[in-house]
């Protein structure tokens, strides 16, 4: 049995457990459907530098959302994932970031928190409210002007822009810089992107994931193998197979650490506990291992938040469903961010080249 044929088998399954499973026999190559905003309780807002390919990303949950974060890369650059911890105190988020720039990059959330408190929104503390806001960034820096990068009033406009419809995909927010293929480095690689997916199950249970994809390895269709962008043959015009590269011996070109790593988010409309949304932030990246090959690497830092916004009650038997679930919909949104991005200077997009899919 194949993967997908493991899919469809599980999700036939899932009927018995009240979750009806949706069609899954579109074609391989259809862009995905359905955005994180599917999930009621969220709104996703960008901001995008135009003097360079960089920006960030914002997923606004002003309402509060229970949350909680796997980091699986090696060169992970976060921020208040410690309060994640099921064990620590404070159990609602209102706002996860994702943002391009490296380290620099988390200076952006500063101006989340900042549109946050003029509203009022945040952990009451006394007469105060300070508004908790996770984040995580990749790096970038290498793609144009390394000295620009989002800054706090990058945030603030990514907050600003926040809206509750389907968001733009490909090159944009935390996106926008995003490259992918770079076993033999930056002359081989191609454009990665931002991409959205959603399941909506007829129970009323909704399932979103959103990602910024900036891989050492390559994207592929997880339901065919089939690579859709990543490292190009010497001479530019077709694509190559990294793990085949690894296969015969190859090393990283750039073995410094931090210099890809790819983040994102997923969310359900659910109430669950912080270890509960640990748990399928951990089951979410094997979405990335399903449609980043290889995913989880030493200069990588691979990280995914989960976030619960508290609609429907979840039933202890359900977790793991929402959990497979879960990293069905990330690989379906890493897969959307390909789809969507758009070559720039020097890295084509998955359109661009002469196999291109589809």
């Known amino acids: 049995m194949n993967w997908q044929e493991s899919r469809r088998a599980f999700l036939r399954a899932s009927a018995g457990a009240g979750l009806a499973a949706p069609a899954l026999d579109a074609a391989p190559r259809t862009v995905p459907r359905g955005s994180i905003c599917d999930v009621d309780g969220l709104k996703v807002g960008h ?5 360079r390919p960089t920006g960030c990303t914002v997923v606004l949950t002003e309402g509060g959302a229970v949350a909680g974060v796997d980091v699986r890369g090696g060169a992970p650059g976060t921020r208040e994932t410690d309060l994640l911890n099921p ?11 994702l ?33 908790i806001v996770p984040a995580a960034i ?22 600003r822009n926040a809206a ?7 090159n944009v927010g935390a996106g926008a810089g995003a490259t992918v293929g770079k076993i033999h480095g930056l002359g081989r690689a191609m454009k990665g992107g931002l991409g959205t997916a959603s399941w909506r199950l007829p129970n009323g249970l909704v399932i979103g994931a959103l990602v910024a994809v900036n891989a050492v390895g390559d994207v592929v269709d997880p ?15 077709a694509l190559a197979d990294t793990m085949a ?7 990283l070109a750039e073995p410094a650490p931090g ?15 912080k270890a509960q949304a640990t748990k399928v932030a951990q089951m979410a990246q094997d979405g990335f291992a399903r449609a980043i090959r290889p995913g989880h690497l030493p200069s990588d830092g691979d990280t995914i938040f989960a976030l619960g916004t508290g609609r429907l009650s979840l039933a202890e038997s359900h977790l793991g469903l929402i959990g497979a679930l879960a990293a069905d919909v990330m690989a379906q949104a890493v897969v959307s961010a390909i789809l969507h991005a758009k070559g720039i200077p020097g890295y084509p997009a998955a359109a661009d080249l002469k196999n291109a899919p589809g």
Request: overall charge neutral; hydrophobic content about 40%.
């Open 47 to 51: 901001d995008t530098d135009a003097r």
């Open 87 to 97: 064990v620590n105190t404070v159990q609602q988020v209102h706002a996860i970031l």
């Open 99 to 131: 943002s391009g720039g490296s380290a620099f990059g988390l200076a952006a959330a500063d101006g989340v928190v900042r549109w946050l408190e003029e509203r009022g929104i945040g952990y009451p503390v006394g007469p105060l409210r300070v508004p």
């Open 138 to 159: 990749l790096f970038d820096l290498q793609v144009g002007d390394p000295h620009v990068r989002p800054t706090a009033e990058s945030g603030y406009r990514a907050a």
């Open 164 to 170: 509750a419809g389907p968001p733009a995909q490909g």
């Open 223 to 237: 339901e065919t193998g089939q690579i859709l962008a990543g490292l190009r043959t010497p001479d530019g015009k």
């Open 245 to 251: 590269e690894f296969r015969r011996g190859a090393s």
């Open 259 to 273: 210099r890809h790593t790819t983040i994102g988010v997923v969310a359900a409309n659910v109430a669950w506990s």
